[in-house]
């Protein structure tokens, strides 16, 4: 019972002094509400950073410099890395382009053309991607030159010159779907990586019995100048990076723009902790030197309390059962008071961010992390307070009789 009983003074002390109790619950609110304020805009604005990294698979592509000879062997090889989430060959940007015409514009419009396949991290909200000889995905910017939308028939067309004679030829397509605008800014056809194939076969002269296009048989092995490659996420870019360098392929990457973003949340993060930490200490230290001053102003009760029966760790736990009352009410205010500052900020912001984002924001734990450390930092400070009680001596509650 005298477990019960020590919670129960302590709580109607705590409550008797209110002045007392309150001076502490607002010099720690103090201090832990700006914390929670400057931790949450570092959230805020480097973490939305770090998610528009994360979210652009832009930010993820790894480009080829140049041209270069690749098989199909060398890159099935590359895309059993786990650090790999796409890759698909490029045929040469001569031959990477088609003409399109529908039947909504006269005009015949040139575009690119870009391999693809399923699992494509720049048509990953689509549902459907291009597939075989007829399917293509189009970039928002070619579907709006050609007023087309999903599901439409288009014509598309190719020149070459063979045996010296300038030849065209025709094929019927389909919109399978269309890219977002962020996917691709230019116009552009999402093809297959057969048809993306067909056409350079075609230019160079060879036959596509595929399409029914004549030409001269190839014998040659294929291999291809280029490729789209993805990590699997940004934090495998520079590994990626420098497994390609080794092997003698100059590629460009944002590796430079994603360390940059890093750096900042490592630089703030080692700020905050350092100001966290300062801001505790100092919290700790005042919280122990009053509960000290106050067990020394209490002395004479404490006293009579171990007269009738309490031990020393009842008593011992008299400031701290105070301190975790401190720490919870304190938490409780500062938690108020980030949310007043969080939404305040948030809204004189909104204007300036994307759908969704915003300039201050916790998650839930990392409540939890700052209950944790207030409280913990709370009754290490009530630690000494109680080692001070454990020390007063029965006598003394005598003497004072």
Known sequence: MRPFKTLRLATRDYLHEWQMSGCFILALAS????????????????????????????????????????????????????????????????????????????????????????GDPLLSALANGPDGLESIVLSKSAAAKLKVGVGDEISGSLVRRFKERKERAHLDLRVAAIAPADAFPREAAFTSVKLAEALEDYRDGHAVPMLGWKGSVGTKARSYPGFRLYAASIYDVANLHDGLVD???????????????????????????????????????????????????????????????????????????????????????????????????????????????????????????????????????????????AKIEPSEGLREI
């Not at 914390?35 to 939305?48: E, N, P, S």
């Not at 004479?300 to 919870?328: C, H, N």
């Not at 409780?332 to 969080?342: E, F, Q, R, V």
């Open 31 to 118: 201090v832990l509400g700006p914390m929670l304020v400057l931790f949450g805009l570092k959230f805020g604005i480097v973490g939305g950073m770090i998610d528009q990294l994360v979210q652009d698979p832009r930010n993820r592509e790894i480009m080829p410099v140049g041209s270069g000879k690749f098989s199909a062997e060398w890159m099935t090889e590359l895309r059993k890395r786990s650090d790999v989430e796409f890759i698909v060959p490029r045929t040469r940007s001569i031959a990477a382009t088609i003409q399109l015409k529908s039947s909504n514009r006269s005009n015949i419009i040139s575009m690119e053309v870009i391999p693809s396949e399923a």
């Open 247 to 389: 092997l003698g392929i100059d590629v460009r990457t944002r590796a430079a723009d994603i360390e940059l973003v890093q750096r900042m949340d490592r630089n703030l993060s080692m700020v905050f902790w350092a100001i966290a930490i300062i801001g505790l200490v100092g919290f700790s230290l005042s919280l122990g030197a009053s509960l000290w001053a106050n067990v020394d102003r209490k002395s004479k009760e404490l006293s009579v309390l171990r007269l009738v029966g309490f031990r020393t760790g009842d008593i011992m736990w008299f400031p701290m059962i105070q301190a975790i009352y401190t720490a919870l009410f304190g938490w409780g205010l500062a938690a108020a008071i980030y949310h007043a500052a969080s939404l305040t900020i948030n809204d004189m912001l909104a204007s300036q961010m994307n759908v969704g984002q915003q300039v201050c924001d916790l998650l839930p734990i990392h409540y939890m992390i700052a209950l944790g450390l207030t409280a913990g930092s709370s009754i290490i400070a009530a630690a000494l307070a109680g080692l001070r009680s």
